[in-house]
């Protein structure tokens, strides 16, 4: 057999692939969500190089695979071939699953340092969110809900859902990861742990945002019928947003008991289930129907529509209303500085404490004193400080060694229902 035989019956390509997917998962950036895609697109490169027309076509070097070879994955994906269950008919529009595979395609080609044949895919035009009278009117139909104190569990959490989502813009993500913990002493502030897309650094920004009085109300209304729902669970149960209904099996992800963290698949679907029935709920009332978008993420978008509003209309000088993080933890920040910070605020909040002792004291222990109450919210606002630059356990800890008893936590701002939660978390 000559040289030229042998040269033409091996694939380099295909021995390569193996090494170069290895290369692409060890990047610096590269996150579990990232690594899974890779994976799959991975599978569909095997797929094809396993066709015989394509891997004699394409399979002789990296060059040719991910340059011409890449867009032909493309164009015969984008026909519904090479899946792992093949499709009768190809998709309508472009997909979110087309964009993914093509941008995996041109990490692979950057790794290898060829030129990536991947095809560009138009972004999707995103659903419309509301319109601004819509926004503005948000806040006084969830105010007239949350008045009315529902007692079914998904009417509760979705009142909360909607109360911090349009005060603070979380993702769905950021929503699921929030736990008892995040609350502030007198559920005022929340800390949302910023967790943008294509974002592969594990440091991510804490941000402390102030809690609208409809969305504390929502909050008192749903903690405890979230402490009812977890009472079967064995362990800690930390997360502030729970399932409703335990199921043996949910998206091929296992089991799943009442009360357990509620995930972001189903966060998103029972928005969907439960707006539907708002909706339908107000306009049997013979009330006017919301504008409620039917997806959390319009709804997310429709409150950074907003937010953008403010800022522009700040920097053209109008006085509107302060629409910001209260406080802002940075894990890039120098570190003394910001355990600088951290110790102020302490200290702050051991003072306040003697200054309430003291102020109670000249007041012969009438609580009604004007310099008795002044005290007391100064001691709950370097209270909710402490805790936002720390945690509960450090903060309660630090008014228990400045002298505040058990018995006088609430006059530092904590709640019955948030302690007797952390104390079950």
Not at 236 to 253: I, P
Request: proline share 6%.
């Amino acid at each position: 057999m000559s040289a030229n035989t042998v040269d033409d019956d091996r694939f380099p390509a295909v021995e390569e692939l193996p090494a170069l997917i290895q290369k692409v998962l060890a990047a610096p950036d590269m996150t579990e969500s990232v690594a899974g895609h890779v994976r799959w697109v991975e599978g569909t490169l095997k797929r094809a190089l396993e066709r015989e027309d394509f891997r004699n076509r394409y399979g002789k070097s990296m060059r040719d695979l991910l340059g011409p070879g890449a867009t032909a994955l493309c164009e015969m994906t984008d026909n519904g071939e090479l899946r792992a269950k093949e499709l009768k008919t190809p998709p309508k529009g472009v997909t979110a699953s087309q964009r993914r595979r093509a941008s995996i395609l041109r990490r692979f080609a950057a790794a290898a340092g060829v030129p990536s044949g991947a095809l560009s895919y138009p972004k999707p035009t995103p659903k419309p969110t509301m319109p601004a009278w819509a926004r503005s009117e948000l806040h006084n139909r969830l105010q007239d809900e949350v008045d009315r104190k529902p007692s079914a569990p998904g009417r509760a959490r979705l009142l909360v859902v909607l109360g911090v989502v349009l005060d603070t813009a979380a993702r769905s993500g950021e929503l699921c990861t929030i736990g008892i913990a995040d609350l502030a002493p007198d559920l005022s502030w929340v800390k949302i742990i910023r967790n943008p897309q294509a974002i592969g650094s594990p440091l991510h920004i804490t941000e402390v945002w102030p809690l609208s009085p409809i969305t504390q109300a929502a909050l008192a209304n749903w903690l405890p019928i979230r402490g009812r729902l977890i009472e079967d669970l064995e362990g800690g149960a930390s997360a502030l947003l729970v399932v409703l209904h335990g199921n043996r099996a949910f998206h091929r992800a296992g089991a799943y008991k009442k009360g357990m963290p509620l995930k972001v698949r189903g966060l998103i679907d029972s928005y969907r289930a439960h707006v539907q029935e708002l909706k339908a709920e107000v306009t049997n009332r013979g009330e006017s129907g919301w504008e409620l978008p039917q997806g959390l993420e319009q709804l997310r978008r429709g409150v950074e529509e907003r937010r953008s509003a403010y800022d522009n209309d700040r920097r053209a000088g109008a006085r509107t209303p302060q629409w910001c993080p209260a406080v802002v933890l940075n894990p890039l920040l120098p570190e003394e500085a910001e355990k600088k910070k951290t110790a102020a605020a302490f200290a702050k909040a051991a003072q306040a404490v003697t200054a309430f002792h003291q102020a109670r004291e000249a007041a012969g222990g009438d609580e009604t004193d004007p310099q008795v109450l002044k005290a007391r919210r100064t001691l709950r606002e370097t209270t909710r400080m402490a805790w936002a630059r720390s945690d509960h356990a450090t903060t309660l800890k630090l008014l228990r060694q400045a002298g505040l008893s058990d018995d006088d936590l609430a006059a530092a701002g904590y709640s019955e229902l948030l302690l007797d939660a952390l104390e079950r978390s």
